[in-house]
């Protein structure tokens, strides 16, 4: 079982960055970010995959978000640049062991992004 720990969420104001952490006990497939708002379905909002290191953004982030790794492939990061009100969610880090499914998430950090 492979634990995730997060870091990094707070209230900051439109136009502001901030910077996510993530933190796996163990050996994974791939890591990535989803987010929640209120109301809103869970949306994958970027990812990075070990093996080749290839990534996925949302188009929403696109230009904006960067996600990367640690050397250990353990920790992974999302930088969120110029953030917008529409950001604000709850910020979940996830974790494949295999590469079809999401096997393990984190207790989420709330981004709040004020205008």
């Known amino acids: 079982q492979v634990q995730l720990v997060e870091s990094g969420g707070g209230l900051v104001q439109a136009g502001d960055s901030l910077r996510l952490s993530c933190a796996a006990s163990g050996r994974t497939v791939s890591m990535g970010w989803f987010r929640q708002a209120p109301g809103k379905e869970r949306e994958l909002t970027a990812a990075v995959g070990w093996t080749y290191g290839g990534t996925y953004y949302a188009d929403s982030v696109k230009g904006r978000f960067t996600i990367s790794g640690d050397n250990a492939k353990t920790t992974v990061y999302l930088q969120m640049n110029s953030l917008k009100p529409e950001d604000t969610a709850v910020y979940y880090c996830?974790?494949?062991?295999?590469?079809?499914?999401?096997?393990?998430w984190g207790q989420g950090t709330q981004v709040t992004v004020s205008s």
């Open positions: 996830a974790a494949r062991g295999t590469p079809t499914t999401w096997d393990y």
